[in-house]
């Protein structure tokens, strides 16, 4: 069993913080036993699939009927840290820097210091740098309660998603200034189960699903496939408004595009965390394109049940905007993140293929990703939630159980207890306590090999039915002998491949989405282009004019036959005033000398 250890000091600091947060809670309980009924929604179950008994070496199976999955929005009055949108200066997030970054790609350091709260600075090592289509993504750890850092930049903006074990999670904003937002994932309330209006068939959406089961009991999960799931990641106008105001915060220049991929794709790698953490080794999300759908009116408290119906049949134009995207692209799920106001943090069919997400704080949304998308395999939430009968013979369920201290602990698919970033598995222990539960036990609980076992299948939904698209062009620019630049291309189209030219020539090395000469010299002013592949076409892109310019700062020479006083000196040209005016005193106080010798 693989054991998480935490520092014996973080043990006793949690320890007290959990008499502390009794104490609190007592507290808190006479204050509001004297208030009014604030309306906070109960938390209610969720009813679970139909239950047949499959053999353990295979994914659970599933009803013909699919059921939609919600996950309910917190009471964010309780979640949301009070003035977390006021801005502040980047130095008093990121003690290191002076002052905001004229270019947020270039910050790589090798340990990131962040104060999150208070005079608190927490450390965070480097584990990894990348750059993908035109953005750099930071991952670092902390010794701190197993903590994780997502941070991924674009020019102008530089977004954090920071997560520990226990306690709350942060999304930090950067442009000119900067802002934390803070969170709690265990203050998400629940709802409901909620069937679709009518049984929605897995031909509409799972193309080729069935096709790519794996055999667990010949393979072991260290030597499975590495089988990413594409994702198709949409937003709507609320969620453009929402994500403009969250830029005129920090004084930024992003467009709101620039910042919600910024968003999403911290998100998506933090959610991978989840799975690694997890022991998924062979899954791993990956964001195909980010687009905006054509607007369309949201119907009150069906609207979630109502978009995914959208997405899957193709209704309406934002659905038919959708569909027709994630058939071009080739992407394997759907995911549909709103803004505005919803009755509920999340939704999904389970299995499938789409999922909506309510984005109402950044801090839980890599928590709801994660839940949502993992719905879409099949794993279902804790038995107690679904009440589950004992013996069923399926084992994807989320898992809650007692760890240290008698606290209560619920992993990613639970609605008990407080939230672990991790999918149930029972061969690996958090606080002293397995995190799931050995298919061969009634209560079966491992979500881990649901998704393990899912994800080629998964992976194999779709492919790109057609060549390329380039949505972006590479723009030329001009810059001085020495210093850097950077052409980049966006494109859509499902798992492309990129290939550079610079006057016709391939440049070696250059393949991916961007290509970046760190010190330019004149020899590389001249025309280039991209190809981008996808296996069914390729297109290339419109021409991109680099221009590098030679220093202009003239050369000076200075005679060292001649001297001035205070004029001007130098070779090869007529002797200045000043030079004659002394020559000539010169030789007078020479005349002067031999008459007085003749005297």
């Known amino acids: ?49 139909k239950e047949p008994v499959v053999a353990t070496d295979h994914p659970d199976e599933f009803a013909p009927e699919e059921s939609v999955s919600y996950l309910p929005k917190p009471n964010t009055e309780v979640v949301v840290k009070e003035g977390a949108d006021q801005a502040i200066p980047v130095s008093e997030i990121l003690p290191e820097l002076t002052d905001a970054l004229k270019d947020w790609r270039n910050f790589n350091p090798a340990t990131l210091q962040v104060r999150l709260f208070g005079d608190t600075v927490v ?112 937003y709507d106008r609320d969620a453009e408004t929402k994500a403009k105001a969250q830029i005129a915060t920090t004084s930024s220049t992003q467009t709101a595009h620039d910042y919600l991929t910024n968003l999403f794709q911290a998100t998506f790698e933090m959610a991978n965390i989840y799975l690694i953490e997890s022991d998924v080794q062979n899954l791993q999300w990956n964001i195909l394109v980010v687009e905006k759908i054509p607007y369309y009116e949201v119907g009150g408290f069906t609207s979630m049940e109502r978009e995914l119906t ?16 994630a058939k071009r692209n080739g992407a394997d799920q759907l ?163 990129y290939a550079w030219f610079k006057g016709g020539g391939a440049l070696a090395g250059a393949v991916s989405s961007s290509y970046t000469k760190s010190s330019a010299t004149t020899a590389d002013s001249g025309a280039y282009t991209v190809v981008v592949n996808n296996g069914v076409g390729s297109i290339t892109s419109a021409s991109a004019t680099v221009s590098v310019s030679a220093p202009s700062n003239p050369v000076t020479t200075t005679s060292v036959a001649s001297t001035s006083s205070g004029g001007v000196g130098g070779g090869g040209g007529a002797p200045s005033i000043y030079t004659l005016v002394a020559l000539a005193g010169l030789a007078c106080l020479r005349i002067l000398r031999q008459l007085q010798r003749g005297v």
């Not at 998480?4 to 609190?24: D, Y």
């Not at 099949?378 to 009440?387: E, F, I, L, Q």
Request: net charge negative.
């Open 335 to 497: 995911l549909l993140i709103v803004g505005g106001t919803r009755d509920y943090s999340g939704v999904a069919y389970t299995p499938g293929n789409e999922a909506v997400v309510y984005w109402y704080n950044d801090g839980v949304l890599p928590y709801v990703v994660a839940h949502e998308l993992a719905h879409n395999f099949g794993c279902s939430h804790d038995r107690v939630t679904a009440k589950a009968t004992d013996g069923d013979g399926r084992y994807s369920y989320g898992h809650a159980f007692t760890g240290g201290f008698n606290v209560g602990f619920g992993t990613i698919l639970s609605y008990k207890g407080f939230r672990v970033g991790r999918f149930s598995n029972p061969d690996i222990s958090y606080e002293g306590a397995a995190t799931g539960v050995a298919e061969t036990q009634p209560k079966a609980a491992n979500n881990a090999k649901q998704l393990r076992l899912r994800a080629a299948a998964m992976s194999a939904t779709r492919a790109s039915s057609v060549a390329p698209v380039i949505i972006t062009q590479p723009s030329g620019t001009t810059v001085n002998v020495g210093e850097s630049f950077t052409l980049t291309v966006e494109a859509s189209g499902g798992t492309l491949t």
């Open 1 to 49: 069993m693989k054991q998480i250890n935490h520092s014996p000091r973080g043990t006793v600091a949690r320890g007290w913080l959990i008499i502390g947060g009794i104490v609190g809670l007592s507290l808190l309980g006479l204050v509001l036993v004297s208030l009014p009924d604030l309306n906070v929604r109960n938390s209610a179950v969720a009813a679970s699939d």
């Open 123 to 234: 450390a965070f090592t480097r584990v990894s740098f990348t750059e993908k289509n035109g953005r750099t993504t930071w991952i670092g750890s902390s010794s701190i309660d197993g903590g994780w850092l997502v941070a991924v930049a674009s020019e102008l903006g530089w977004h954090a998603a920071v997560s520990f074990e226990q306690g709350n999670a942060y999304s930090i904003d950067l442009g000119k200034q900067g802002v934390i937002r803070e969170a709690n994932p265990d203050e998400i309330e629940f709802g409901p189960m909620v069937r679709p209006p009518e049984p929605v068939t897995k031909a509409s959406s799972l193309e080729n699903r069935e096709t790519a089961e794996v055999n667990e009991s010949t393979i072991s999960a260290d030597e499975l496939p590495i089988s990413p799931s594409d994702v198709a990641v949409f």
């Open 310 to 325: 959208m997405m899957d049949r193709g209704t309406e134009e934002a659905g038919a905007f959708m569909l027709a995207s």
